[in-house]
């Protein structure tokens, strides 16, 4: 649907390229399945495909990946500075945050003696980490809107 290789075509780069160091850029959208909900899966599909544009955009088609559902990956041989990764965070949610749909990502050097599944692996807990991070700072930055309401009734 989006036009990106997929997990085994992935995984064939991967093994393929174990003499050189690469790095893997895992991202997961956040809140897709609220948007999928509320506008329905065309708008949904749209957003995948925006995405996907997105990131080819910026990392190439030869190197942009859709593993399954909202997970894509890029693989780069550049490094990203704090700075530039709020940038890239901002250039890779493009046509996306209107919908209130944002990217976590998570990055990790695939070493030469390292297994691709180890790697993507590794990629995937730093992804992890990093939306549980921001979703616990906007739960901080607006407490009454994330704040549990008691039912009537407990006790
Ligand atoms: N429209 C559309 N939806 C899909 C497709 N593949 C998977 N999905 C939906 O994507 C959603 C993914 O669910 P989650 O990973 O929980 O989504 P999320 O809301 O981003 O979760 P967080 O990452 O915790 O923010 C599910 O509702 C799937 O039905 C697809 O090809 N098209």
Redesign the pocket.
Known sequence: ?TGLPNRKALFKRLEKQRADAITILYC???????A??QHG?VI??KL?KQFATNLQQKFGIENSYRL???EFIALYHLQFNENELITLRQELAMGLSEFK?GV?FGHHQLLPDETPDHGLHEADIMMYRD?TTREEQTIRAFPKKYRKVPREDST
Do not use: E, P, W
């Open positions: 649907m997961d959208l956040d809140k897709f399945k609220a999928n909900d899966h949904g599909d995948l399954g559902g909202d749909v976590s939306k």
